[in-house]
């Protein structure tokens, strides 16, 4: 069954501070990763969006890491900003169907 | 170019009613797709059309039925309102199935 689960579901860190949320998937046969950062009560905005054939892609301080044989992508968030909080969310796209399979998301806040 | 349009932002609407929500997507863009987000949840997926035609379907009961119109505008239906049904609707469109999504603001719906 295809699936998307990430970790953590929550995280709370300090303003400056470095973190990483995961993703892991069972979606096959794999088409794209996404990572889409969503503010409450508005729509997701893209991040980034990466193929089987790439493992790093940074949109400024947001950098994304995709492991295509184990199945895991990371989303690295350098000197945290109080405007990251908002939720992550992890999205990939099946090549049978190209149907997005979307996971639930980390919601992180970011405290001064 | 102007992004994903929405209307209506919000919506009140009673048990056993019927509402229809409309989506202007990205001049240029052929898919849109339609997801449902109740509070704390993730995105759910309702339905996505290319080209006028249905090319993928979520879980949803037979009440919430879609279309899409020959300008790429399309328009979803929810029949018979139930309580549940309260989230926010959101809509994306992208140039083709495979491409990076850009998502609406979203209509807010509310079944009281």
């Known amino acids: 069954k295809n699936q998307v689960e990430q970790s953590p579901q929550s995280l709370i860190i300090l303003e400056g501070k470095n973190c990483t949320l995961q993703?892991?998937?069972?979606?096959?046969?794999?088409?794209?990763l996404r990572w889409y950062k969503q503010d409450t009560g508005r729509g997701p905005v893209s991040l980034t969006i990466?193929?089987?054939s790439e493992n790093t892609k940074s949109n400024g301080r947001y950098t994304a890491t995709l492991d295509a044989d184990t199945k895991q992508s990371s989303l690295h968030i350098t000197a945290s900003q109080l405007s990251d909080s908002a939720s992550y969310i992890c999205?990939?796209?099946?090549?049978?169907?190209?149907?997005?399979?979307w996971g639930a998301g980390t919601k992180l806040i970011i405290k001064p | 170019k102007a992004g994903v349009t929405q209307t209506p932002r919000y919506l009140i609407k009673t048990r056993g009613q019927q509402v229809t929500l409309s989506c202007s997507p990205i001049?240029?863009?052929?898919?849109v797709s339609w997801y449902q987000q109740t509070p704390g949840q993730g995105l759910q997926f309702l339905f996505e059309y290319f080209s006028e035609t249905q090319r993928n379907k979520g879980n949803f009961p037979g009440r919430f039925s879609g279309r899409q119109f020959s300008n790429s505008r399309s328009e979803m239906n929810v029949s018979t309102l139930e309580l549940g049904d309260s989230a926010l609707y959101l809509c994306?469109?992208?140039?083709?199935?495979?491409?990076?999504?850009?998502f609406g603001p979203g209509t807010r719906l509310t079944v009281l």
């Open positions: 990466m193929t089987f």
């Open positions: 994306a469109s992208s140039p083709e199935i495979v491409d990076e999504q850009f």
């Open positions: 001049s240029g863009h052929r898919s």
């Open positions: 993703c892991n998937y069972t979606v096959s046969p794999f088409s794209n």
């Open positions: 999205v990939v796209s099946a090549m049978s169907n190209y149907q997005l399979i």
